[in-house]
């Protein structure tokens, strides 16, 4: 069976970086999964990404366990349930850390960063931690939803992580060193631009990894972006995957459909996902979610306005015009014979089939389009057996409708 050897190195690095978190003599910023990260570990602070948290949360399956607290303190079982089961978990003093690390719980914040380039509903947890805690909350309001990105953008929002400054000097107690955040900027963008290359191996035949291997080996990128680690690992992992690539191995011998995967993985369901698309003999190559983490605009020359682009330029703050045109470029790329939309319940900002696209990209391209109904955590809003039915078929007619081309 087809393995994906780094993945060993990876767990060794993801265990240091939660481990880490055990010394309580540094100082500590939560950040947005999208939010700047660069900025905060040029002022030497420990990053906890309290989505990441959430994702743990997800794949643990205890999700379900915790969201109902946080129901009781008033918040809606609507809203995005990385939300509800991480303020849940705190309320509850249980997380899948301490089995795993030894950990009680997330570390203490000194200071808690959010940017709302991603959702409002990040503001909403990050104040609820805030006001809970005891710790200062700065955050970052990017115009939303853009068309282009325009010089007033990026002055924008430039200024607006210039105006963070002074409240994490006052929680690192450390002044600003632009040198620092230059030199962090680079080794972020190194290690993004080796994440693409080793999410673009998936554009071979056959694909070395899977959309559902890169939701596991994309945790450095979230977490420790800015950090030589970080760049080390996607250069052990993306030299493996060249390798492979070069004597022709992958997830499968032969795939009879090339699939790709829009919105939010199901964490509590990644590997019996994983197992369906391989059964049907398809791979999923590809990801909006994945691709998240690629930030071609950084540029330690101009840290604040290559940060300031790359973080709104992200396909999730983006009208629905040029998230379509992104998604149709990405599906020829990676060669996909069809798009999977996952409709996740509590996240309406990464879902993306709610306003007609899916019928609009099959209208214009005649690439086939799915929509399943999940939800990132919770998996209440999960039916196992309908989702099962409907990748099946729409495998099958991807395959009568090529069988049929080829004739
Ligand atoms: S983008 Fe969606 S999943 Fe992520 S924090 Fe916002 S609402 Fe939650």
Known sequence: MYKIESTKQLKEVMGNYFLGMKDTSRKV???????????????????????????LLGASRMAGDFIPETIKLGYSDDICSYLTAD????????????????????????????STNQCREVQDWFTWFGRELGVPVVGIHPPRHLDEITPEVITDVADQFKSIIPACERASGKKFDID???????????????????????????????????????????????TQIAKNYYTTLLSELQQNVKMGIG?????????????MPIWGKLRPLSELFLQNHSAVV????????????????????????????????????????????????????????????????????????????TEQTGIPCLVVEGDLVDLRFYSE????????????????????MAN
Request: aromatic letters at 12%.
């Open 87 to 114: 303020i849940g978990s705190y309320v509850k003093k249980q997380t899948p850390l301490t089995a795993h690390y030894g950990l009680n719980g997330p570390p203490k914040p000194d200071l808690i960063v959010y």
């Open 385 to 404: 057996g309908q989702t099962i039915t409907k990748i099946e078929t729409f495998i099958e007619q991807i395959e009568s409708a090529k069988e049929v």
């Open 286 to 361: 590809a990801s909006t979610y994945c691709n998240s983490w690629v930030f071609d605009a950084f540029d330690e020359k101009e840290p604040f306005e290559s940060s300031a682009r790359a973080y709104s330029e992200i396909f999730i703050n983006r009208s629905e015009r040029v998230k379509q045109a992104k998604l149709i470029e990405l599906v020829k790329d990676f060669r996909a014979d069809g798009i999977i939309f996952h409709d996740a319940k509590t996240c309406a900002n990464n879902s993306n089939s709610r306003f007609g696209m899916p019928q609009r990209i």
């Open 29 to 55: 910023a939560w950040c947005t999964s999208v939010g700047p990260a660069e900025l905060l570990r040029s002022f030497g602070f420990e990053v906890h990404f309290p989505e990441n948290h959430g994702a």
């Open 251 to 263: 997830l499968l011998e032969k795939e009879r459909c090339r699939l790709y995967w829009d919105g």
């Open 180 to 226: 620092r955040f230059r030199e962090t900027l680079r080794l972020s963008k190194e290690a993004t631009d080796l994440w693409k290359k080793v999410l673009w191996t998936a554009t071979n035949s056959p694909s070395p990894i899977s959309f559902f291997d890169a939701t596991i080996h994309m945790g450095p990128i979230v977490v420790l972006r800015g």
